[in-house]
């Protein structure tokens, strides 16, 4: 019986979202005998990129960047840094990149202030 405000931890059944590439020379035999063949292992898409991925940003004096290429991999879902390295900078570009608006990210409410002090022309480009 388990005693209260002690948690038991059970193994998951539910299947991993990511598959992982197994290598069949480090197998292990099982001494069970199995009538059914293992399952075959999902076929890889030759591109790494599902469509409609952020494949590269460049921005051009945008907030706290004089000139700067991002190319992210394929399957980017954070950006993580310490303080202070952009990664709101980079957050704030794929929004108006992708046609957001300015007040969407609570920083200003024109295009014009995300381009960087003292300079009069910024850019983003977004390649998808």
């Given at each position: ?10 193994p ?9 590439l ?12 199995s ?13 790494p990129?599902?469509e ?22 394929p399957h980017?879902?954070?950006i ?22 300015p ?12 381009v960087?002090?003292?300079?009069s022309?910024g ?6």
């Amino acid at each position: 019986m388990a005693t209260p405000g002690r948690k038991t931890s059970t193994p998951s059944t539910l299947p991993s979202k990511r598959a992982l590439l197994r290598d069949p020379s480090s197998e292990v035999r099982s001494k069970r005998k199995s009538s059914a063949p293992p399952a075959p292992l999902p076929l890889q898409s030759s591109r790494p990129f599902v469509e409609g991925s952020i494949v590269r940003i460049v921005m051009e004096n945008f907030l706290t960047y004089d000139i700067c290429e991002v190319s992210p991999g394929p399957h980017l879902n954070m950006i993580i840094g310490a303080n202070g390295t952009g990664k709101s900078s980079i957050v704030c570009a794929i929004c108006l990149g992708l046609a957001g608006k300015p007040a969407f990210m609570g920083r200003a409410d024109k295009v014009g202030f995300f381009v960087k002090r003292g300079c009069s022309k910024g850019m983003v480009e977004i390649e998808l």
